[in-house]
Nanobody
Framework: QVQLVESGGGLVQPGDSLRLSCAASGRTFSRYAAGWFRQAPGKEREFVAA???????AYYATSVKGRFTISRDNANTVYLQMNSLKPEDTAVYYCAAVPSDSSYYTPSRVKEYDYWGQGTQVTVSS
């Protein structure tokens, strides 16, 4: 069992930056692929970014490519650096994880993940 806790959300203005963190506890996190999703009011949860357990592969949604960067450290934390934020980035952001045998696996679908955090609110507004 893995527990995920997101942090770093908040209220920012368009063009600002935020860094979200996802801290994992429980089982060793080193062999888990991880991802970030978001859900705006009235909309389905959508993929944002994913990173392989090795950290060597990342995959992004078209809407955030070039603005967001996913990374992970050697401990149990995954990050999402968000730059040039737009009002349409407003949503609850969720961290997710799944054990993986592949060092390049970067899942992008909700059903591919086994573990989820509770989410952190990001609001981009002037």
């Amino acid at each position: 069992q893995v527990q995920l806790v997101e942090s770093g959300g908040g209220l920012v203005q368009p063009g600002d930056s935020l860094r979200l963190s996802c801290a994992a506890s429980g089982r060793t996190f080193s062999r888990y692929a991880a991802g970030w999703f978001r859900q705006a009011p009235g909309k389905e949860r959508e993929f944002v970014a994913a990173i392989s357990w090795s950290g060597g592969y990342a995959y992004y949604a078209t809407s955030v490519k070039g603005r967001f960067t996913i990374s992970r450290d050697n401990a149990n934390t995954v990050y999402l650096q968000m730059n040039s934020l737009k009002p349409e980035d407003t949503a609850v952001y969720y961290c997710a994880a799944v054990p993986s045998d592949s060092s390049y696996y970067t899942p992008s679908r909700v059903k591919e993940y086994d573990y989820w955090g509770q989410g952190t609110q990001v609001t981009v507004s002037s």
